[in-house]
């Protein structure tokens, strides 16, 4: 019975490790992207998971819930910080502190967030069907 419990836990620690690492393939994928549709540079070719949560998907189900955050540049000096959240693979939140450059006064250096949400187009339907059911929505 302990071999059988442990081997559960190694397999529950194996998966999360890849399903990690394949939320983070997918952060750096969409990092670079929003970086290349914005003219800006996406630093270091990395992102960093700063939080993970488990939480209810876009379809009721539960899911693991990444936060990461990732480092770009405009000028090629001074570096800016991104946001991303994936709710599994998917990409929830994206967001950009984008530096104020129409000042040019350095000491005063503002930054406009840009948040990017995603629509769920295919699974809006879905999601307006089950709300739609209940009566509490």
Not at 20 to 37: F, I, L, P, S
Not at 72 to 85: A, M, P, S, W
Not at 114 to 130: F, Q, V
Request: aromatic share 10%.
């Amino acid at each position: 019975m302990d071999v059988l419990l442990w081997l559960t836990l190694l397999f529950i620690l194996l998966y999360y490790w890849f399903d990690t690492a394949n939320a983070k393939e997918a952060a750096v994928a969409h990092g670079k992207k929003a970086c290349r549709d914005m003219n800006v540079q996406f630093l270091d070719d990395s992102v960093i998971r700063y939080r993970s949560r488990i939480a209810r998907g876009i379809s009721g189900q539960m899911v693991i819930e990444r936060s990461f955050r990732f480092e770009f540049t405009v000028d090629g000096q001074t570096r800016e910080n991104g946001f991303i959240r994936l709710s599994g693979q998917r990409l929830l939140v994206l967001e950009l502190d984008y530096p104020d450059l129409s000042n040019s006064d350095q000491s005063n250096h503002h930054s406009n967030r840009i948040y990017m949400h995603t629509s769920y187009s295919e699974e809006s339907d879905a999601l307006r069907s089950r709300t739609e059911k209940r009566s509490d929505c």
